[in-house]
Nanobody, 123 residues
């Protein structure tokens, strides 16, 4: 019913930049918070940044001042601009969205995840 698809990952040198995108599609009535999480090899998944439908943002301390999250509500898309990348930013980046979707004759709330996009930062 709902699909989140990330793009924009890749290999970049330390100090470089990448821009991740995530598009939500399906029987979507509305999207509340959207966020990016990452999972480094051998580590647990962690929150990187989140943005509410009103535009309020929150970042992990490790990315403050370097990463910027934004969204285009008309396109059901969330972005993550990553600057001054460091090798410790390497990992799989996952998009997450809290949505209200059409369900039967009504609607329901759900949280959906994308399959991830890989970011590798070389030193």
């Amino acid at each position: 019913q709902v699909q989140l698809v990330e793009s924009g990952g890749g290999l970049v040198q330390a100090g470089g930049s990448l821009r991740l995108s995530c598009v939500a599609s399906g029987s979507i009535r509305s999207i509340n918070a959207m966020g990016w999480h990452r999972q480094a090899p051998g580590k647990q998944r962690e929150l990187v940044a989140v943005i509410t439908d009103g535009g309020t943002t929150n970042y992990a301390d490790s990315v403050k001042g370097r990463f910027t999250i934004s969204r285009d509500n008309a396109k059901n898309t969330v972005y993550l601009q990553m600057n001054s990348l460091k090798p410790e930013d390497t990992g799989d980046y996952y998009c997450n969205a809290d949505l209200r979707i059409s369900y039967g004759y009504g609607s329901r709330y759900m949280s959906s995840w994308g399959r991830g996009t890989q970011v590798t930062v070389s030193s």
